[in-house]
């Protein structure tokens, strides 16, 4: 019966999606950039929808400041997601909340995906993408090459090159084996090491990232004008 055996399946592995959704939105007036509507949708619907629809994410962790949880729960009801969700109150910087949402994750989470709230366009080959190579080398986050040339700048003067097929721009989800990134931040917040994003922890521990396959419409919405270009990626114009 040699051939006849079916082949053993690898055991699935249980992942969360972490969106730290606390934020300030600066640049955005003041007002939580999050709730502002986007193809009549508010952002954060689109980016917890997509990882609804997502096969490969078991449960969301949604990161949210204490007077904005009971209008996220609201959103979540009125919009009909049904997947899971655990909302969790965020703490004094992105790192603090990030490491909250971690430490919410149900037992047997093998991978969270930690993705800006603020990115609602992300697909799911982009998140499914990132989840596989984490389960593989333990990290990995998406990104794209960078378009425009890129110049070393010092006191207001231009100073050279930086070779464009060096560097890329960082997108999210970025994804960890849970114990990893949990033990990566809380190193880095021990050491107030200045955390640009989740990947900074890991590298900061020793850690690989593997780079996975972005998006240019992935894009994050920091101010009125991205709001505009994700209008269009929605609409499926060219920007």
Do not use: W
Request: charged share 25%; net charge neutral.
């Amino acid at each position: 019966m040699l051939f006849g055996r079916k082949k053993k399946e690898p055991p699935r592995l249980c992942v969360a999606a972490v969106i730290p959704a606390a934020g300030s939105s600066q640049r955005m007036g003041g007002e939580n950039k999050l709730l502002a509507e986007l193809g009549g949708v508010p952002i954060l619907i689109h980016t917890l929808a997509a990882f609804e629809q997502c096969e490969m994410v078991d449960y969301i962790v949604l990161v949210a400041r204490e007077e904005d949880i009971l209008v996220y729960q609201d959103l979540y009801k009125k919009y009909g997601l049904s997947k899971k969700c655990i909302l969790v109150r965020g703490g004094e910087t992105r790192a603090h909340s990030v490491l909250e949402g971690v430490r919410a994750c149900l037992d047997g989470t093998d991978i969270v995906a930690i993705h800006d709230a603020a990115r609602p366009l992300v697909t799911d080959d982009v998140i499914c993408g990132a989840i596989r190579a984490a389960a593989e080398f333990g990290g990995a986050a998406p990104v794209v090459p960078m378009k425009d040339s890129v110049k070393r700048v010092s006191d207001g003067k231009i100073e050279a090159d930086v070779p464009r097929d060096a560097i890329a721009a960082v997108q999210t989800p970025q994804c960890f084996v849970r114990g990893r990134i949990e033990g990566a931040l809380v190193k880095a917040l021990r050491r107030c090491l200045p955390l640009t994003d989740d990947c900074a922890a890991f590298e900061a521990a020793g850690l690989p990232v593997r780079a996975t396959q972005g998006d240019y419409r992935n894009i994050k919405i920091t101010t009125p004008e991205d709001l505009l270009v994700a209008e269009a990626f929605l609409q499926g114009r060219d920007v």
